[in-house]
Each structure stands twice: as structure tokens, then as C-alpha cells.
């Protein structure tokens, strides 16, 4: 998938998460969008930026698809799933950015080396929570508290504190797909792919 293909179907995506959750207008659809080959999925970074794969986009719009997905959308086509799938991905994303989930992390301790995968997985279980109970759709399944044993409903730093405590100087298991563990340094969690903001260089003045 070009470039230009994949920010056309992050558009689509974004304006498909605006009809369904319409009081997110405004900041997430501002969010500025950045090219990043190889990252493997989208995320968020402590510049508010989507970073985005081509390719991951191409996945999650692509499929496959079941009929229990076509069917929660009223009977909806394979472009209309995959592009309800991929508006999932972005508003989860954008949720790490309106719940101020670098900011907890900082003031409770998760932001350090080891402690960046658990907390990225607690805001994750949080937001999952919301998003299924909302009706929203996955590409894959989505990082969740019961795959810890964790009752639902609970706040980030809940979660947090209960996988560290599950944790006993183990790693956390990785969760494969997006949405799960992987959402970039405005998760708690800086990806080694993420860029650096441009500078933009002084022009010279006319002499």
C-alpha cells in the first residue's frame, strides 16, 4: 500500500470513529499523521503524533474478515469492516492521548526501562474495556484484563499495580497485534522506530 493510500484510509478510518463517537471530533482528527516503515502497527508518540506502517494498515483493512464482524455492522461489506477495524485502532490510540496516559505513567513510576511494557498493558486493558463494551471491532483480539485474570472496569494504574504484582521479576507476556502493548512513548512506551520532530531550519534572510 503507497503512502498516499494508507493516510486515504486512516482518513476514512477517523471519519468513520468521528459518526460513532462524535464528541472526539476536533483533537482526534487533528491528530498529525506520520509515515513510519516497520513499525508494525500504529501508535501514538509524546509529540501526539499517529505514527503509522503501510503495511499495518493494509492488514487491518484487508482482513481476513468473519461474519460475525459483517454482521455486527448491520451486514457490512469486507471494506466497510476493515475500515470500522483500522477507525478502532486509531481511537485507541488517540484514547492514550485524551486520558493523559505519558503523564500517569511519569508520576507513577512507569515510565522506567522495565516498567514501560506493564504500564503500556494497563492503559491498554482500560481502554480495551471501553472499546468492547462499546461495540467497536478488533483486528485480531485485543489485549484484555481477563487475559491476566483482571476484573474489568478498572483505571490504568489498577491495572498497573496488579501486573507488577503478577509480574515477581518476570516480564509480562507480549500480546501479538495492535492495540496490545505496543502503542508508543504517549502510551508510557517509546517504540525504537519512533522519529524524531522535524526542525525546521531558519531561512536565510534577503540581503
Not at 109 to 127: M, Q, R, V, Y
Not at 139 to 147: A, F, R, T, V
Not at 188 to 193: A, E, I, Q, T, W
Request: glycine share 10%; net charge negative.
Amino acid at each position: 500500500m503507497s503512502m498516499t493510500t494508507a493516510r486515504a484510509q486512516i482518513g476514512f478510518a477517523r471519519l468513520y470513529a468521528w459518526h460513532k463517537a462524535p464528541f472526539f471530533e476536533g483533537s482526534m482528527l487533528e491528530m498529525p499523521m506520520v509515515e513510519v516503515e516497520g513499525l508494525g502497527t500504529l501508535a501514538v508518540d509524546q509529540y501526539a503524533r499517529l505514527l503509522f506502517d503501510p503495511e499495518a494498515v493494509q492488514s487491518f483493512v484487508a482482513g481476513p474478515h468473519t461474519a460475525v464482524e459483517r454482521a455486527a455492522l448491520g451486514g457490512g461489506t469486507d471494506q466497510q469492516v476493515g475500515t470500522a477495524k483500522l477507525a478502532t485502532v486509531c481511537i485507541h490510540e488517540f484514547l492514550h492521548i485524551a486520558l493523559d496516559h505519558r503523564r500517569r505513567g511519569e508520576k507513577i513510576g512507569g515510565s522506567s526501562d522495565e516498567e514501560k511494557l506493564p504500564f503500556n498493558l494497563a492503559t491498554d486493558c482500560s481502554i480495551n474495556c471501553i472499546l468492547t463494551d462499546g461495540g467497536w471491532i478488533f483486528p485480531g483480539k485485543p489485549c484484555l484484563p481477563e487475559d491476566f485474570g483482571f476484573p474489568r472496569g478498572l483505571t490504568a494504574e489498577d491495572y498497573y499495580s496488579r501486573l507488577l504484582e503478577k509480574k515477581q521479576g518476570k516480564e509480562p507476556e507480549k500480546k501479538k497485534g495492535p492495540c496490545s502493548g505496543q502503542c508508543g512513548s504517549c502510551a508510557g512506551n517509546p517504540l525504537p522506530k519512533e522519529p524524531k520532530p522535524q526542525v525546521l531550519q531558519p531561512q536565510p534572510q534577503p540581503q
